[in-house]
Every structure is written in C-alpha cells, then in structure tokens.
C-alpha cells in the first residue's frame, strides 16, 4: 500500500523534523557565548600558571539599561608550569575603565599543588560595566599574584597579594605542624580527640562581625571619655604597645589610639591589631584584626610613633532567633588587642605562633582558624584516616 503526500504537507513535514534535529543537537547557552567573546584572560607568557580551559557554568551577562552586567559563576583550569609547588594564588577580575563594581579579586589560599599538576579556580562573583552605544562590555581576567612552597612570591601584586597569601599559608603551615606533631606524639587516638574537641568548639563560638566605619557613627549613644584598654602580650612580637587608649560608645569603639615602638632591627612598613572584647555580660569573642593604619607606616629600628585610627570599630554578634539569622549589637565592656601582623620594609611577615608555650591560651580557644574548620571538615566528612592522608600533603 502507498502513502500519499501533498507537497505542501510535505514541505511542512521536512521543516519540522528539520527543526527538531537542530533542536536536539548540543548548543552553548548565549550567555556563555557572550561571555567568550567578552572576557579576555591574560596571563604572562612565561609565568607560573598556563590556562587549560573553562567550565562557564551558569555564568552569563545581563544587560541592565545603559550597563552590563558579569554574573560570574565558571571554574578556570590551570596547569602549574614553574619548578616548585605552588600554595596559593590571587586572581585579578575587572571591567575596562575604572566604574565602581568593576573590580573583584579571587584568592585561593591552601593549595599544595605540584609542578606538572591541574588545579581549579572557581569564580562566583559579579562585575558591573558602563556600556556606550555601539560598544560590548570587555573583562579581563590577570594574574595578580603567586605564593611558592618557599613562600617567594611571583605577580603584579597590585592587591597586596604577597602580604595576603603568605599570612594565610604561615597560619596553614601553624595549624598543620601542630597537628602532625600531635599525631606524632600522640598517635590517631590523639588527633581524633583533638578534632573532637574543635568541632565541639567551633559549634559553641559565637561569630562575631567587625566593621571598620572611616565615617560617620551608627549610634547617637555619647562616647565616652579616652579609656586605657590592655595589650596581650606577645614575647616575639617586633611591634611593642607602649599605651593604647579608646572611647566606646554602645557597640562602638572610637578612634582607638596606639603609641608603639619597632624593637626589631628592621623598618616595619605595616602592621595589624587583633581585637578581643569582652560584653557587659562578661563573654568574651574573637572579634578579628584590622590595619594598625589606612595607610603604609614608616617606623624605623627603635623608633615610636602614636598611631590614631580616625574612625569607628563596630561589634555585632552574628544570632539565630526565631526569625531567622540576625546582626545583633555587642555593648562592650572591656576591649584587648594584640598585634597580630607585621610586615617589614623587605617583605618579610611576622606573625606569632599561637602555638607557642608562651602564647596566651585564650587566642587559641576563642577562635578557629579557616585551616582548622577545612581540616575539621576532612576528619567529619571522610573520617580520621583521611585527614592523616591530608597532613601527609
């Protein structure tokens, strides 16, 4: 039997299934098209890390009136072309010209990646562009900087990357030593019990928010007049506190003045306070560090300086209520602050060694490190075999 057809019907016919195969065939989303053609990754020729390839993800960009918009959530590929292993890296992600949200950066700290090996960067941020008629939005994707095992550093450093990744790797490398030598000592019914015990901790700490307002006051509460607030003492430190006063206000501290001296034979170039406080209840928080200055200090080998920070400090508790997470106001009762980074005129950091016998204990038990909260994540996730593996790293 013999079937028929019209022309007509079967034009119609063939533009049908010609549509449904095109459909079914493979295709980029057009964002991710748009995003080929408008970000533009440039990395030195001869540096230490060589683009493999992108996993463009959800990423697209969305026109938004006269700007455009990067909703950036891919995952580069990098191969690691120099001779040492590399620990950490900062990406530089910006727009053309100078527009305000043009600017992010990415910082991959921790890594212990091999000559020779495959690492990813994943991206989850937005960039804004003002656009001109006629033109297409343009991002660029640099290399600001690279932390080696030896922690030398290779990069543009526009960022203060060096100061940054070598910071963080020098509280990993702490965090990690104090570990293995717990194993070491102690065997894997020590390290479980250690871990045990930071988890414990890190579920009972309250999360604290500091904020650093250059101007202006969130409360109408008076400041009160200049009070003396203590310094811990760290034995090691090159940066001595001589006297430090402040005037608080509700949960704000105001213009904190410091005088201090270099007793180290280097010129100190920058430094950070790290800040504990205390409420009016009398709990005690980590409140984390700000720069001793907005700006580079100069002080010289045996010089003092007073050093006034023109702004305000606020402390805010992190509380789940039965509406949910909210920011509520520490009123302070007590500060203490300690000095947590020194960076010298040459580059070289100084941190202390929070696991040094002569460290004061309460550092150590009022915060947990972000090394410690991704090692204690191992030990949870994958058990206590597998974090012996990670500090075999």
């Given at each position: 039997?013999?079937?028929?057809?019209?022309?007509?019907?079967?034009?119609?016919?063939?533009?049908?299934?010609?549509?449904?195969?095109?459909?079914?065939?493979?295709?980029?989303?057009?964002?991710?098209?748009?995003?080929?053609?408008?970000?533009?990754?440039?990395?030195?020729?001869?540096?230490?890390?060589?683009?493999?390839?992108?996993?463009?993800?959800?990423?697209?960009?969305?026109?938004?009136?006269?700007?455009?918009?990067?909703?950036?959530?891919?995952?580069?590929?990098?191969?690691?072309?120099?001779?040492?292993?590399?620990?950490?890296?900062?990406?530089?992600?910006?727009?053309?010209?100078?527009?305000?949200?043009?600017?992010?950066?990415?910082?991959?700290?921790?890594?212990?990646?091999?000559?020779?090996?495959?690492?990813?960067?994943?991206?989850?941020?937005?960039?804004?562009?003002?656009?001109?008629?006629?033109?297409?939005?343009?991002?660029?994707?640099?290399?600001?900087?690279?932390?080696?095992?030896?922690?030398?550093?290779?990069?543009?450093?526009?960022?203060?990357?060096?100061?940054?990744?070598?910071?963080?790797?020098?509280?990993?490398?702490?965090?990690?030593?104090?570990?293995?030598?717990?194993?070491?000592?102690?065997?894997?019914?020590?390290?479980?019990?250690?871990?045990?015990?930071?988890?414990?901790?890190?579920?009972?700490?309250?999360?604290?928010?500091?904020?650093?307002?250059?101007?202006?006051?969130?409360?109408?509460?008076?400041?009160?007049?200049?009070?003396?607030?203590?310094?811990?003492?760290?034995?090691?430190?090159?940066?001595?506190?001589?006297?430090?006063?402040?005037?608080?206000?509700?949960?704000?501290?105001?213009?904190?003045?410091?005088?201090?001296?270099?007793?180290?034979?280097?010129?100190?170039?920058?430094?950070?306070?790290?800040?504990?406080?205390?409420?009016?209840?009398?709990?005690?928080?980590?409140?984390?560090?700000?720069?001793?200055?907005?700006?580079?200090?100069?002080?010289?080998?045996?010089?003092?300086?007073?050093?006034?920070?023109?702004?305000?400090?606020q402390f805010q508790e992190q509380a789940n209520l039965s509406g949910g997470a909210r920011q509520m106001p520490i009123k302070l009762g007590e500060m203490v602050g300690y000095v947590s980074q020194v960076q010298f005129a040459d580059g070289s950091i100084w941190m202390p060694d929070l696991y040094d016998s002569r460290m004061p204990a309460r550092l150590r038990q009022l915060r947990v490190s972000p090394e410690q909260q991704r090692l204690a994540s191992v030990y949870l996730r994958h058990g206590l075999d597998a974090l012996v593996a990670e500090l075999g790293r």
């Amino acid at each position: 039997m013999s079937i028929l057809i019209e022309p007509t019907h079967l034009a119609k016919l063939l533009l049908a299934l010609t549509l449904a195969t095109l459909a079914a065939l493979p295709q980029a989303p057009p964002a991710q098209v748009a995003l080929r053609d408008t970000l533009r990754i440039e990395l030195p020729a001869n540096g230490p890390i060589r683009h493999l390839d992108t996993d463009w993800g959800r990423s697209r960009i969305v026109q938004r009136g006269s700007a455009a918009s990067a909703e950036l959530h891919l995952t580069f590929h990098f191969e690691n072309v120099a001779a040492q292993p590399i620990h950490g890296i900062t990406l530089l992600l910006r727009t053309a010209g100078a527009a305000a949200g043009g600017r992010a950066s990415v910082t991959l700290p921790g890594l212990r990646v091999n000559p020779g090996e495959r690492f990813p960067a994943k991206v989850d941020l937005r960039l804004l562009q003002p656009v001109t008629a006629g033109n297409q939005p343009a991002f660029t994707l640099r290399l600001d900087g690279v932390l080696f095992a030896d922690l030398s550093f290779a990069g543009e450093n526009s960022l203060n990357s060096r100061r940054l990744l070598t910071t963080l790797e020098m509280e990993i490398q702490q965090d990690r030593r104090h570990l293995r030598d717990l194993l070491r000592a102690e065997g894997k019914d020590g390290l479980g019990r250690e871990m045990r015990q930071l988890l414990a901790r890190q579920a009972e700490l309250p999360r604290v928010d500091l904020r650093w307002a250059r101007h202006g006051r969130a409360t109408a509460i008076p400041a009160s007049e200049p009070v003396q607030f203590a310094f811990l003492p760290m034995p090691s430190s090159p940066l001595e506190p001589l006297g430090a006063t402040v005037r608080i206000a509700g949960h704000e501290a105001v213009a904190p003045r410091l005088q201090v001296r270099n007793r180290s034979i280097k010129e100190i170039v920058y430094a950070e306070i790290g800040w504990i406080i205390r409420d009016l209840e009398g709990r005690e928080f980590y409140a984390g560090t700000v720069p001793a200055t907005g700006d580079h200090i100069r002080l010289a080998p045996g010089a003092e300086a007073l050093v006034e920070q023109e702004g305000v400090l606020q402390f805010q508790e992190q509380a789940n209520l039965s509406g949910g997470a909210r920011q509520m106001p520490i009123k302070l009762g007590e500060m203490v602050g300690y000095v947590s980074q020194v960076q010298f005129a040459d580059g070289s950091i100084w941190m202390p060694d929070l696991y040094d016998s002569r460290m004061p204990a309460r550092l150590r038990q009022l915060r947990v490190s972000p090394e410690q909260q991704r090692l204690a994540s191992v030990y949870l996730r994958h058990g206590l075999d597998a974090l012996v593996a990670e500090l075999g790293r």
